[in-house]
């Protein structure tokens, strides 16, 4: 397997394991920053303009691209893509195969399952402007979930596996379905 390359200013927080065939930082003239006690794994790549707190963990083979924030005791499992642009609060745990679009803001406490995904491209079409999601602290997304462009996911919401979210949804609320409805 192949060493690790650093491009550009990297800095690595005391205690940080870093497996072998990790690329970190993706320009000579850009930082990145990632906390101490993090465990980043084989096959991962994280671009420059990257700032990342202590207790970050990944799976193999994530994808965290530029200009994004990470808080501490983070997850992002096996195949995780964050598409830059975003923010990404503590506590948030991001698993297998989660995609969170540019633009997207995720706040603390928040639960993202396997194969769910945000999306910000309401139009699908070259130019058109990108509004990723927002997910509110504590927010619990199930398996294989879509929340469209532009959506706020309140505070404490549970999203059904398989739910296609395509309006805001209110703070401590369940919704499921497609298209997502608030269940009793």
């Not at 993706?26 to 096959?43: F, H, M, Q, Y």
């Not at 642009?85 to 639960?111: K, M, R």
């Amino acid at each position: 397997m192949p060493d690790i390359v650093k491009t550009g200013q990297v800095i690595i927080g005391k205690g940080s394991v870093i497996q072998p065939g990790v690329i970190l930082g993706s320009r000579e003239d850009g930082r990145l920053v990632i906390g101490s006690n993090a465990c980043i794994r084989s096959g991962t790549i994280i671009y420059s303009d990257v700032i990342i707190g202590d207790n970050f963990k990944t799976g193999h083979n994530v994808l965290i691209r530029e200009n994004t924030a990470i808080g501490n005791n983070t997850l992002a499992g096996t195949n995780v893509v964050i598409d830059g642009h975003c923010t990404i609060g503590s506590n948030v745990s991001l698993q297998t195969n989660a995609y969170v679009t540019a633009h997207t803001q995720v706040e603390d406490n928040v639960f993202m399952g396997p194969c769910s995904v945000t999306t910000n491209d309401k139009y699908m079409c070259s130019g058109a402007e990108l509004k990723g999601a927002t997910l509110r602290k504590g927010a619990r997304i199930g398996a294989n979930a879509v929340i469209l462009p532009g959506i706020t996911v309140g505070e404490n919401v549970v999203v059904g596996s398989g739910a296609v979210v395509t309006r805001n949804v209110e703070a401590v609320r369940t919704v499921a379905g497609n298209p997502a409805r608030v269940l009793k």
